[in-house]
């Protein structure tokens, strides 16, 4: 029995001991080595430590203070240690998974490297400030420190979980119970063996907890020093460029008459050209690593557009025959004959839109692929004239896009923008006066267009002969670039509605909503969309290319995040902007939905929308839902909700009544379904077919190509007949007369022989033939045959009256018409005498 304590004890002291080396490891790792700290903690427990703690345990143990015997189960304390076995394992099995930081190490001399380039480039910066090199340093910085925060990111959640695991394994220290001993003597053996089996594990796991936030403290060093390095630059390049801006105009080179006379150090062009290259492909090489998945997206979105445009192509001829089909495609005028080129103009153009924090090389490769794509449209569409005017156009931005490029300013480089800017203003009055783009674009999108880029072009011959090279060089780029620009973004518009188009012709035969939209209506609406859009993104591209735009960015910005108050109200003008498109979108949601769940007008297919009523619920669900979410994403509170409603409560009292009638009224309608979007149906003396349920009032469109707005109080408050409710069958009801004296019997076999057969007539029910009244002049029968489709009674009456008149007439029978008696009283005896000697004798 005194063998088997001091197992125990030994056992325990080896637990003691660990904590104690914890405890001096924890004093001692600011100045041991890293090698040092993990040989301490893997090595063993030697036997003199052993020793003391076997004598300082048996001294608690003879004061009652250390190890006990418990009375406790021996499976509690089993339990327990199976427990803290499982729970280390699962640690254990995280740390050996392992923290993936291969790509932060690989990266840093990439990070190390690019700094090394701005910092040499900084030094030139002095000699002829450059706001295109200036520019390019503030993008580099920007994406390296766009990529050492996500690395920030990624190593400080790294150290959350290995401080997680550390508490995790450091609280079983301050589990007392693991102290009690097992009273029962023929287990103490098991338990023994599960103590030791949770000592090695736990050291195990501590260990290498250690070593990896070792690793990671020192990974997270080194990135947040580069960091802080990044910061700076970034700083001073945002103070440079504002420096720039408040020297613009100032001169900034020597005049272009006087080279030698300066005191400014020309500079060799091949030299700039070639540190200029080398920094703009070392920048390019750091944006593909670090903004390549915007790549790869834009890509995917290239590959789906694509196929998109083929489906849809493939589909209208596969439903068209072949002559149909080319005429509809033909009025595809881009997307059809030129699918990959429009794919390019698409994307490329996009993203050299929305390219706010781009490369300077990036952009004009984007640009490079657009003149490419844009050039083998218009080598088909536009005249040999104007298509070479397009070509002098690309060959100025090819220029102008080259000399951007140059960080230093250099006499070569003020001659090519002096030329450049004379041959802007040599094309932009011949483009002005060229009267064959009109069939390109309208005059209103031409003329203005031309007018600027003339303005721009001779503004940048102007500051080139005043020596402001730089702002020259932003001039006669922005000419070029801004009218490029929006020849693109007209084609965009235009490639969007062909897309739009094809979609629709692809779905006409089809059962989807689609086979109803108007595409001229759609055309309307979206091209006034687009236009907008287009027209804001090229006025974003003109503010970048004249780098303003940063600038309008932030005094927009400050202007509308500006806290206001009027009275005890507080409100920004961004609140209210957001409150308003919010409401705004809901509402074009809604018509948008309306359009396109309902009808453009009376249906001759004989279908009706069945979410026809349901969606009116749509349209004041999205309505809601836009309200409030205009309240939330505004910051206005959700308790001022309650003053508008009870403003409501206030006009409904004084005078909505009405409106509130035929809104609920419309609410009844969406449940109820006594009508829905194309369904015939008779309200007083209106009939017609049902185009819309709105919200307030409903459309019937009439069969004379009227439209009815009706409210929708009276839809339910009048007397309604719904011909389609259930189905589209019908009763007709004609009358055929027939002189006296005819035979029944063969009267009634002739006008059923009118029936059978007959496309669009039942003959469940069967027609019915009556005699119904001996009339003045004839004998009436009642003719009832029931039709399928309500649209074509009038059709299928005529084609049934038309065959029983020539069964009639072949069987000679007489269908008489009214007759009279005339009787005279009185009349004049000249007018009798007359008469007497005009009428012909009989002998005669």
Not at 83 to 95: A, V
Not at 178 to 190: H, K, T, V
Not at 321 to 327: R, V
Request: proline fraction near 2%; include cysteine; hydrophobic fraction near 45%.
């Amino acid at each position: 029995m005194k063998n088997r304590y001091s197992t125990i004890f030994l056992l325990l002291s080896c637990c003691f001991t660990l904590l104690f080396c914890q405890q001096s490891f924890a004093q001692r790792k600011k100045t041991v080595p890293i090698t040092s700290q993990i040989h301490d903690t893997l090595k063993p427990i030697d036997s003199a430590t052993i020793s003391r703690n076997l004598k300082r345990l048996a001294a608690d143990t003879s004061n009652g203070s250390g190890i006990r015997r418990s009375d406790t189960t021996v499976a509690l304390l089993i339990n327990r240690i199976e427990n803290y076995t499982l729970l280390l394992n699962q640690e254990m099995s995280s740390l050996k998974k392992g923290f993936d930081t291969m790509a932060i190490s690989d990266n840093l001399p990439l990070v190390d490297s690019s700094l090394a380039l701005v910092k040499m480039n900084i030094a030139g910066l002095s000699r002829t400030p450059n706001l295109n090199d200036i520019q390019t340093n503030k993008i580099m910085l920007e994406q390296l420190q766009r990529k050492l925060s996500s690395w920030q990111s990624i190593l400080f959640s790294y150290y959350d979980q290995l401080v997680a695991i550390n508490d995790t394994i450091h609280s079983l220290r301050r589990d007392t119970a693991m102290r009690n001993i097992p009273s029962e003597d023929e287990l103490y053996g098991f338990y023994v063996g599960q103590l030791s089996n949770l000592i090695t594990k736990f050291r195990s796991v501590d260990s290498a907890n250690r070593i990896n936030l070792i690793t990671i403290g020192l990974l997270q060093n080194k990135v947040a020093n580069r960091y802080i390095d990044v910061s700076n630059l970034l700083e001073d390049m945002n103070y440079r460029l504002q420096l720039f801006t408040t020297h613009m105009f100032s001169r900034d080179y020597r005049y272009i008459w006087n080279p030698h006379r300066d005191s400014i150090n020309p500079l060799s062009f091949v030299h700039v050209a070639r540190q200029s290259l080398h920094k703009s492909t070392k920048v390019l090489g750091l944006f593909f690593s670090i903004q390549w998945p915007v790549i790869f997206i834009w890509i995917i979105l290239a590959v789906l557009f694509g196929w998109w445009t083929y489906y849809n192509i493939r589909r209208i001829r596969i439903r068209h025959q072949k002559e149909e089909a080319e005429a509809i495609l033909k009025h595809s005028k881009y997307l059809f004959k030129y699918p990959i080129a429009s794919t390019i103009i698409l994307i490329s153009t996009l993203s050299a839109v929305l390219s706010i924090r781009y490369p300077v090389l990036y952009t004009e490769l984007t640009w490079m692929i657009i003149l490419a794509a844009v050039s083998r449209i218009f080598y088909q569409e536009l005249s040999e004239k104007l298509f070479r005017d397009w070509l002098f156009l690309g060959g100025l931005l090819v220029l102008y896009s080259l000399n951007n490029l140059l960080l230093e300013i250099t006499y070569a480089e003020q001659w090519g923008i002096l030329v450049g800017a004379i041959l802007s203003l040599i094309l932009g009055f011949r483009l002005l006066r060229e009267e064959s783009i009109h069939t390109f674009a309208a005059p209103k999108f031409v003329r203005p267009l031309f007018i600027l880029y003339i303005i721009t072009a001779g503004l940048s011959l102007f500051m080139v002969l005043i020596a402001r090279v730089n702002l020259a060089k932003i001039l006669g780029s922005s000419a070029v670039v801004n009218t490029m620009m929006a020849v693109n973004l007209y084609m965009l518009t235009s490639i969007l509605l062909e897309a739009v188009y094809l979609q629709i012709e692809a779905n006409k035969s089809s059962s989807s909503f689609i086979s109803f939209v108007d595409f001229q209506e759609v055309q309307r609406k979206l091209r006034t969309l687009f236009t907008v859009m287009a027209f804001v993104g090229w006025l974003m591209v003109v503010s970048r290319n004249l780098y303003v735009y940063e600038d309008i960015y932030d005094w927009i910005q400050s202007f509308l995040s500006t806290g206001r108050t009027l009275g005890n109200l507080e409100f920004s003008f961004s609140s209210i902007i957001v409150f308003v498109l919010v409401i705004w979108v809901a509402f074009i949601v809604s018509q948008l939905i309306s359009y396109l769940f309902g009808t453009s007008g009376q249906q001759a297919t004989g279908k009706k929308n069945k979410l026809g009523s349901a969606m009116l619920l749509i349209r004041l669900a999205v309505l809601a839902g836009g309200i409030l979410l205009a309240f939330s994403a505004s910051g206005i509170p959700m308790d001022k909700i309650t003053i508008v409603i009870g403003a409501l409560g206030v006009g409904i009292g004084f005078g909505l009544q009405n409106i509130v009638n035929n809104l609920v009224s419309g609410i009844i309608l969406a449940f109820e379904k006594p009508i829905e979007v194309g369904d015939v149906i008779e309200l007083g003396a209106r009939s017609g077919i049902v185009k819309e349920i709105g919200i307030r009032s409903s459309k019937i469109s009439a069969y004379d190509g009227s439209e009815v707005i009706v409210p929708n109080g009276e839809l339910i408050s009048q007397q309604l007949i719904n011909w389609t409710l259930s189905n589209r069958t019908r009763r007709v009801e004609v009358v055929i007369g027939v002189g006296y004296g005819s035979e029944v019997e063969q009267v009634k076999t002739i006008i059923y022989s009118a029936f059978p057969g007959r496309e669009g007539v039942l003959t469940i029910p069967a027609p019915v033939v009556l005699l119904s009244q001996f009339a003045d002049n004839s004998i009436n029968f009642r003719v009832l045959f029931w039709i399928s489709d309500l649209g074509n009674a009038g059709t299928l009456q005529s084609d049934v009256l038309e065959f029983i008149y020539d069964a009639l007439n072949k069987a000679g029978i007489e269908l008489p018409y009214p007759q009279r008696d005339l009787h005279i009283r009185s009349i004049d005896e000249d007018i009798l005498k007359s008469w007497e000697k005009d009428a012909p004798s009989d002998e005669g």
